[in-house]
């Protein structure tokens, strides 16, 4: 017993000190506040559970190693016990409440986008106004097989979003054809894309690093590779960019919308 | 006939019987089995072709498992990729599971109740053709179009004009075909376990593997039809111009889904509740010991019954839900593990101070304990929405799933076939193959799932045809592979003993693992009628009972 509690312990620091184990024993993390909260939680709900396995297979095999037939060749005929089992449904639904708190509890820090203010940085490029709750809006579209994100003042780009560190960035999800999945794994879960619904979501960065992820829910036939990452930069890289891209597709447009000239006229 | 048989039924309590005068041969060759309406033929057909569809999805996994074996591959196209994993999950669902435990259901109610056949034996073999009408309308499209819009066929991809050709529709009759076979035969099972009865068997002398089927035809009966009617909206969508599911015209996406769950998650346990019987009958006959807590493991059986019609939206946790339902789908979920845990203890409960007879239908029910007690637990992880949405629509669910259905449902599956073989056929399987059967899959499942949670949490999705190496996602996948390989050599293992011990089995007797319910009273394979006398029912394990009294019976009549 005293040394399923130490191994236990052990893997309880080993898990919420380690990086590594992220990907591999959690859920990944490190890029916004709500991936590793729900990294946390399941490092939590991981050890509880496997005390119950562990403690059921001890059980099974003591059981099947003591009572095989040539150590017990007699079988006790036992049809039940009442406080045996109304002591192990109470136990088992105890269990479940003490679950189901500690989810409850950490719900709110990850379902509800970081009230925070931007970093002093992000106002002062611009990016939000001062003071709490001042998140930054983007769209997210997603269709057959590709991303579309628009940012506010009109510009929009696709497969890599564009997003500046220490701001919380909240999203609207939605899909112009078919049921999708906006997932990047390090900046939490996943939130379906489905036409004509809008679905919420939101992270904040805290450093500049590519994130990537996949659609999660089958699209057809090359929902494999409808891929999708957040790049974060600096807020002041972030309001250059935005210039930039709007100018391009500026640009664009007015190209797009230009008669072609004919080629003999020059 | 054995002496013990002569000695039981000479021995048996008197009482009316209606005894057939004349009994009709069957029809010889093939057209007696296509012609009989005995319980036991139609459970063999179930049986024999629902093993036949289970290689079809079984060769469909290792399609997908070697495709995925390393990144880049390009064995398969991502079209051909997309109809191999609708055509597994649909087959395995609907093909194989179900109809598996159809097979078991059939051919052993009847029997563990002390009856002659079925309530309805016509119906019965409706029931049948029925299903195989699904089975052969659904491959058919393997030479058309195959369906290529998951198991799940999510609208709108599966309504609107994403996927050429018609293999959606052949998916749509197959449940409309297996939907209707199921939900007779399931009325077919609750008639014939409420009225047909032996005399004396009262509710709470009902055998486990009854009353869980008893359980699984209510659900049946009470999601089936949803299915049915969703899926034929879907037809509508399809070919008539309603919009029911189609968000361009005013339907809803979402609704499909609502829909298809509700009907989806209760087939969870549809697929699983018979293998919970199938273990509580094996485990008490192999501990040599009664079994510990009936009442609460029927009851835990109903238990889960009506909760799994409470939970189905944890299947959409990812999709626009408010926080009131996410919770409520979450703590309904959680609560589901109540009746699961109870019956885990009380199983394991019930080898405690036993006198357990390692053979192979206990080797499967421990392995059964084991990997689904695993299987239960990712479960309860998945029921916390905030795990859920990281983990949801990737290997991880993918690994959960398969716990469940087959590490859990197969296990029984097998538990099934190796502890009634000999009553079916009058044969025995062989035990050292058997067992050889049991430890590669046992080590071939871990091999293939347990390594699915992790590439889940590093960020695979489900369902995709490829993936690129810089993911990182290489080793897993291979490891993977080789594992669903080694799972098939243990399955084929199974067939290949089945297949030889039909002929050169040592003969099985009537009841050779000295069993506790009725099936065991009659000769094996069982005569057309089952049974020449019904004997009076005085517990839960009759034979038992008889085998008792004839035992001191016999030391009176020796010392007298």
């Known amino acids: ?266 | 006939m054995s002496v013990v048989d002569q000695t039981t039924r000479a021995r048996a309590a008197p009482h009316a019987e209606i005894i057939a005068n004349r009994v009709d041969p069957p029809p010889e060759g093939w057209v007696g089995w296509v012609r009989t309406v005995d319980h036991k033929r139609i459970g063999i057909l179930y049986l024999t072709t629902a093993f036949a569809f289970m290689m079809l999805g079984g060769v469909e996994a290792l399609l997908m498992r070697t495709q995925l074996a390393e990144p880049d591959n390009t064995l398969l196209t991502p079209q051909i990729y997309n109809q191999v994993l609708t055509m597994h999950g649909t087959t395995m669902v609907f093909l194989v599971v179900m109809p598996i435990w159809a097979g078991f259901a059939n051919y052993f109610v009847p029997l563990q109740i002390g009856a002659r056949d079925m309530a309805f034996p016509r119906l019965n073999a409706l029931s049948y053709w029925l299903y195989l009408a699904g089975g052969i309308v659904f491959y058919a499209a393997v030479f058309f179009s195959p369906p290529e819009a998951g198991w799940t066929s999510y609208t709108p991809l599966s309504t609107g004009p994403y996927i050429p050709g018609n293999g959606t529709d052949a998916w749509i009759f197959l449940i409309h075909l297996t939907g209707l076979s199921s939900i007779l035969g399931a009325l077919n099972i609750t008639v014939t376990i409420a009225n047909m009865r032996a005399r004396g068997m009262g509710w709470s002398r009902l055998p486990l593997f009854c009353w869980s089927l008893l359980a699984q035809a209510f659900m049946i009966l009470l999601t089936l039809p949803v299915i049915a009617g969703t899926v034929t909206l879907m037809l509508t969508d399809r070919h008539f111009g309603t919009c029911f599911f189609s968000p361009s015209c005013g339907g809803s996406a979402l609704l499909y889904q609502h829909l298809f769950w509700f009907f989806g998650h209760p087939e969870v346990y549809i697929m699983i509740l018979p293998a919970f019987g199938v273990i509580s009958e094996v485990l008490p006959v192999f501990a040599r010991k009664p079994i510990f807590g009936y009442k609460a493991i029927a009851a835990s059986s109903i238990g889960i019954a009506f909760l799994s019609t409470l939970v189905w939206a944890h299947h959409m946790f990812a999709t626009p839900l408010t926080t009131v339902v996410l919770a409520f789908f979450m703590l309904s979920s959680m609560a589901i593990a109540v009746p699961t845990g109870v019956k885990i203890l009380n199983w394991i409960a019930t080898l405690f101070r036993g006198s357990i007879s390692a053979r192979t239908p206990l080797y499967f029910a421990a392995g059964f304990l084991v990997l689904f007690t695993l299987g239960g637990i990712t479960g309860v992880m998945l029921a916390i929405f905030p795990i859920d949405r990281q983990v949801t629509d990737t290997y991880f669910v993918v690994a959960h799933f398969h716990f469940v259905l087959v590490a859990g449902a197969v296990s029984g599956v097998m538990a099934a076939l190796y502890y009634w073989f000999p009553k079916m056929t009058g044969r025995m399987l062989s035990e050292g193959a058997g067992k050889v059967s049991f430890w590669l899959q046992f080590v071939g499942f871990l091999a293939t799932f347990l390594i699915q949670h992790s590439l889940g949490l590093s960020g695979m999705p489900r369902r995709i045809y490829t993936y690129r190496a810089d993911t990182g996602w290489g080793v897993d996948n291979l490891i993977s592979t080789v594992g669903a390989f080694i799972l098939a050599a243990g399955v084929i293992i199974t067939i290949l003993n089945v297949l030889w011990s039909l002929r050169r089995g040592p003969a099985a007797g009537p009841d050779p693992w000295k069993a506790n319910t009725l099936e065991w009273f009659t000769p094996s394979p069982p005569p057309p009628h089952n049974f020449d006398v019904i004997p009076r029912v005085r517990s839960v394990e009759p034979l038992r009972d008889i085998r008792h009294r004839i035992a001191s019976e016999t030391r009176s009549d020796g010392t007298a």
């Open chain 1, 1 to 266: 017993m005293a040394i399923v509690a130490g191994c236990t312990v052990l893997l309880f620091t080993e898990m919420t000190a380690e990086k590594a184990w992220a990907g591999a024993l959690l859920p990944e993390r490190g890029g916004s506040s709500n991936a590793d909260r729900v990294a946390s939680l399941y490092a939590v709900v991981l050890v509880l559970a496997a005390l119950v396995f562990f403690g059921v297979v001890v059980a099974l095999v003591y059981a099947l190693r003591r009572y095989g037939e040539r150590r017990s060749p007699v079988a006790a005929q036992i049809r039940g016990n009442h406080r045996l089992e109304i002591g192990w449904t109470a136990a088992a639904s105890g269990l479940i409440v003490v679950l189901a708190v500690v989810s409850l509890t950490k719900l709110h820090t990850i379902d509800h986008p970081d009230p925070a203010a931007a970093s002093p940085a992000a106002i002062h490029a611009g990016v939000v106004p001062a003071g709490a709750g001042q998140p930054l809006h983007i769209d997210v579209v997603g269709r057959q097989y590709i991303w579309k994100y628009r940012y506010p003042g009109g510009a929009y780009s696709y497969e890599e979003m564009v997003a500046p560190v220490g701001v919380t960035v909240e999203l609207d999800i939605t899909s112009r054809d078919v049921a999708h999945s906006w997932w990047i794994p390090k900046l939490g879960g996943k939130f379906d894309a489905i036409p004509g619904y809008v679905n919420h979501t939101w992270f904040r960065l805290e450093r500049p690093g590519v994130y990537r992820g996949q659609c999660a829910e089958l699209c057809g036939r090359n929902h494999a590779d409808m891929l999708a990452q957040v790049r974060g930069v600096s807020p002041a890289e972030y309001v250059a960019w935005l210039a930039k891209q709007k100018q391009s597709i500026q640009t664009a447009d007015a190209e797009a919308l230009t008669p072609p000239v004919p080629a003999g006229s020059r």
